[in-house]
């Protein structure tokens, strides 16, 4: 038997107001969102091989740098060489450090994000 225009039902569907938790799926992002214990560990975990790209670069410069107030002391009369290594000599390493750094930090950052979105 036909239905006719006004007896037919429209039925409005949306978005699920309960979802069930899927069992077996694992999302780091929500352990970092929920603060749990593992979540932290991830972070720190980012924190760690951040912070060793920073004293990395801090040893680098140390070594290049720590060692120029003796050389200078130990030649006093040479002033255009101070001028010389502070000025053209200490750039190219400078950058090329600064940036080695920049690309170390977003590799880790890069990594983290990839360990976190599940890809």
Do not use: K
């Not at 309960?18 to 991830?42: A, C, K, M, W």
């Not at 920073?54 to 255009?80: E, K, Q, S, Y």
């Not at 400078?94 to 977003?106: D, F, G, H, K, T």
């Amino acid at each position: 038997m036909p239905q006719s225009p006004a007896e037919r039902r429209v039925v409005v569907t949306g978005p699920p107001r309960r979802t069930r938790p899927v069992s077996g799926y694992y999302r780091p992002r929500t352990e970092i969102d929920e603060q749990t214990t593992l979540g932290h560990t991830y972070v720190r975990s980012l924190m760690r091989s951040q912070l060793r790209a920073g004293l990395t670069v801090f040893a680098v410069l140390g070594l290049l740098i720590g060692p120029l107030p003796l050389l200078f002391a130990a030649m006093p009369d040479a002033r255009g060489l101070e001028w010389l290594v502070l000025g053209f000599c200490l750039y190219a390493p400078l950058v090329l450090l600064a940036r080695w750094y920049v690309r170390r930090a977003e590799r880790n950052e890069r990594d983290f994000v990839r360990l976190v979105e599940d890809r």
